[in-house]
């Protein structure tokens, strides 16, 4: 079936509060390296899932031509070009789609890498992050959030390099 990709949610549909405490007592549950392994799988179905709707609508759009030429970078390049899958719009025009799949809900929070962020600046008259959720149901659902970034999510730091003096 081909996915509906919507636009972002408002504000009016706030998560509901987690508190600082049953963050701590879920996150102590999981084990990190088991939790990066199965988000990574996750990311990686995800990612399929929407080269494979890429490459449908193109076909149903007859441009069977340009379906034969969309690619899941990710896959078959590496991680580091700052989106998954090269694809198109029906009218040849060229789109880039950096995929963020959780099986929660629409405001399930994701990360964006650094490199993701400004390849989108970059880039940004052809980058798409395809926001994917619901994805452990039966019909996930989708949107689509445009650069810059910011203008839609909030961007919180969790992570620093760092490097000796």
């Given amino acids: 079936a081909d996915l509906f990709i919507g636009p972002p949610p408002s504000l009016r ?3 509901p509060d987690i508190s600082e405490r049953k963050r ?6 999981l084990r990190m390296a088991d939790r990066d392994a199965a988000n990574r799988a996750l990311g990686e ?3 399929e899932y ?3 709707r890429e490459v449908g609508h193109l076909r149903r759009a007859g441009r069977t031509d340009l379906a034969e030429r969309v690619v ?3 896959r078959d390049q590496g991680d580091g070009a700052g989106y998954d899958i090269e694809s198109f719009e029906p009218d040849g025009a060229p789109r880039l789609l950096e995929v963020k799949t959780t099986e929660g809900w629409m405001r399930t929070p994701f990360h964006v890498s650094a490199n993701e962020l400004r390849v989108a600046a970059e880039r940004s008259e052809k980058w798409h992050l395809v926001r994917l959720y619901d994805f452990a149901k039966d019909r996930p659902q989708a949107y689509a959030i445009r650069p810059p970034l910011e203008n839609h999510v ?3 730091a969790e992570s620093f390099r760092a490097s000796l003096h």
Avoid: C, H, K, Q
């Fill in 13 to 15: 549909n706030a998560p």
């Fill in 24 to 29: 701590i007592e879920v996150s102590t549950i």
């Fill in 45 to 47: 179905r995800g990612e």
């Fill in 50 to 52: 929407i080269y494979r």
């Fill in 72 to 74: 899941w970078t990710a």
């Fill in 154 to 156: 909030e961007l919180t």
